[in-house]
C-alpha cells in the first residue's frame, strides 16, 4: 500500500513550516500532513539566511495587515508555541525601520505610503530634514528631504527559532516530517495525485502546497506549470563599527533603527556589529546552486554609501558575509498565494521577494482555510491569487528593499 496524506507541503522553511502548523492547530481540521525537505539543516534556506526583519512601511494595505498580523504573532509565538512548557522566545527587537527619501519622486512616493500606512494605523511618522537631523544627529542629513520612521511594530527577530518554533509545534500537533526531496508528480488529468520523492518512494494525498522558495519554479514545472520566481543572489555583511553612532536618547534609545539609505543600502544593529545589504547592480537570476558571495558589494555600494551617510561608519570591519537567495517574483515582486487555476490541488506560497519571512505567519494561516474551508476566513489575500498572473495584473507595492 502506499503512503497517503491529506496534505504534503513540499519544502519545509519557514513557509512549510507555518503551513504545516496552521493546519495542524486547526480544530476543523482532522486531515494528516507531511511536510518533506530534503535538508532539515536547511543549510541554503532562504529562511535561514535572511535579514529578519518585520516592517509596517510598505505602500499596499494588504502587506501593512499582513506584517501587523505578523508582529501580533511574533509577539505571543513563545505562548503559541510552546511544547512540554518549553517557550520559544524570539528576542524581538523592537528597532523600528527608517527610510531616507532624496529626490524628489522619493518624496512623493514616501508621502503616498505614508498615507496608506497611517489609514492602517501604522505607527509610521515623517520627519523633515531638521527633525532627521535631531533625531540622529550623527547622519548626513543636508541630502535628505524627508525620512519615514517606524516608532512602534517593526523591528527584527530571531529567525532561525522562528522556524524551529512553527516545525516543532507543528510536529508536537501531529504534523510528519520526511527528509526527502520531490522529483516529480503523478497526475491524472488535471488533479495531482502522489509525489516522486527522490529515495524511490511515492507518496499520495489530495492537497499539495509548494513551500519550495527560491526553487518554486523547478517544483512547479514537474507539474506542467510555469510560475514566474527565480533565485537572486542578496550578500548580507556583518561589520563591526570602531565607534557605534549614538543618537538622540529620546529616539529609539539613541540606537540606529533598521535605515534604508536613499541609495537602496540599508544597514541595522546586530547585537553589538550591524548587519547591511544592497540590491546588486547586475540584478539577475542566479543559479540554484550559486550561493557565492558578491564580496565587492560591499567595498563598490555599501561602505560608500554608509560612509557618505554618517562619519562614524567611515571605519568598519567585516567581520562575516553570507548569500542568500530572493525567491523572486519577476513579475511583481510579490507573494503568490493559492491553488493554480487549473491544477486545484495545487497550492502555492512562493516569490515573496525578500519580505516571506515577517509574511509567514499571515501565509500559514491562509494556505490552512484554502484547504480547510476553500476560502479565505480572516484576511482576504485573493489580490495575491495566482490567477492575476495569467491575467497580467501585477499585485501594486512600491516599497520592496
Ligand atoms: C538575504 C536575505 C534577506 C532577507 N531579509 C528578509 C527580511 O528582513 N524580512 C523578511 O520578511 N524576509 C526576508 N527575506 C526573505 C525571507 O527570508 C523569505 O521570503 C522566506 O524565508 C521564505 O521562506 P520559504 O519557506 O518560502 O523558503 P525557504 O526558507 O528557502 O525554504 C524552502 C525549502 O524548500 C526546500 N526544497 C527545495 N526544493 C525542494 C524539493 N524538490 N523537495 C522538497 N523540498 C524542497 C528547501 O530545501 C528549503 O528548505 C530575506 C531573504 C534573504 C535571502
Request: net charge negative; hydrophobic share 40%.
Amino acid at each position: 500500500m502506499e503512503e497517503t496524506f491529506d496534505v504534503i507541503v513540499i519544502g519545509g522553511g519557514v513557509i512549510g513550516c507555518a503551513a504545516a502548523y496552521f493546519l495542524s492547530a486547526n480544530t476543523s481540521f482532522n486531515g494528516s500532513v507531511l511536510v518533506v525537505e530534503p535538508d532539515p539543516a536547511h543549510t541554503h534556506a532562504s529562511s535561514t539566511l535572511s535579514a529578519s526583519s518585520l516592517r509596517t512601511q510598505f505602500s499596499n494595505s494588504l502587506n501593512i495587515q499582513i506584517s501587523q498580523y505578523g508582529y501580533d504573532f511574533i509577539s505571543h509565538f513563545h505562548d503559541l508555541m510552546s511544547v512540554n512548557g518549553d517557550r520559544p522566545f524570539l528576542k524581538f527587537h523592537e528597532g523600528g525601520y527608517l527610510f531616507l527619501a532624496k529626490s524628489d519622486l522619493q518624496v512623493e512616493i514616501m508621502r503616498q505610503n505614508n498615507s496608506v500606512q497611517l489609514a492602517n494605523n501604522a505607527d509610521v511618522v515623517l520627519w523633515s530634514t531638521s527633525e532627521l537631523a535631531n533625531a540622529f544627529p550623527h547622519l548626513n542629513s543636508t541630502d535628505i528631504k524627508l525620512a519615514s520612521y517606524g516608532k512602534s511594530g517593526e523591528g527584527w527577530f530571531d529567525n532561525v527559532g522562528f522556524l524551529n518554533g512553527f516545525k516543532r509545534k507543528a510536529q508536537d500537533l501531529g504534523a510528519k516530517f520526511l527528509k526527502d526531496e520531490v522529483v516529480g508528480f503523478n497526475k491524472n488529468k488535471k488533479v495531482l495525485e502522489s509525489i516522486n520523492l527522490k529515495s524511490g518512494k511515492k507518496i499520495c494525498s489530495g492537497h499539495f502546497v509548494n513551500a519550495t522558495g527560491a526553487r518554486a519554479a523547478e517544483i512547479a514545472g514537474y507539474a506542467g506549470i510555469d510560475v514566474p520566481v527565480a533565485p537572486r543572489k542578496r550578500t548580507v555583511f556583518v561589520f563591526d563599527c570602531a565607534n557605534s553612532p549614538q543618537g538622540s536618547a529620546s529616539v529609539n534609545n539613541g540606537a540606529l533603527p533598521l535605515m534604508v539609505d536613499n541609495s537602496g543600502v540599508y544597514c541595522r544593529p546586530e547585537g553589538s556589529f550591524f548587519i547591511s545589504g544592497c540590491v546588486p547592480k547586475n540584478d539577475v537570476d542566479v543559479d540554484y546552486n550559486d550561493f557565492t558571495p558578491n564580496y565587492c558589494e560591499f567595498d563598490d555600494i555599501i561602505w560608500p554609501a554608509l560612509a557618505n551617510r554618517s562619519k562614524y561608519f567611515e571605519a568598519i570591519k567585516v567581520k562575516n558575509y553570507w548569500a542568500g537567495h530572493y525567491a523572486y517574483n519577476i513579475f511583481d515582486q510579490n507573494m503568490i498565494l493559492g491553488c493554480h487555476p487549473e491544477v486545484k490541488n495545487f497550492y502555492f506560497a512562493n516569490g515573496f521577494s525578500g519580505h516571506g519571512l515577517q509574511q509567514a505567519p499571515a501565509t500559514g494561516r491562509a494556505l490552512s482555510e484554502l484547504i480547510i474551508h476553500g476560502a479565505f476566513r480572516s484576511l482576504d489575500l485573493s489580490p495575491f491569487c495566482f490567477d492575476r498572473i495569467l491575467e497580467k495584473k501585477p499585485f501594486l507595492e512600491k516599497a520592496i528593499v
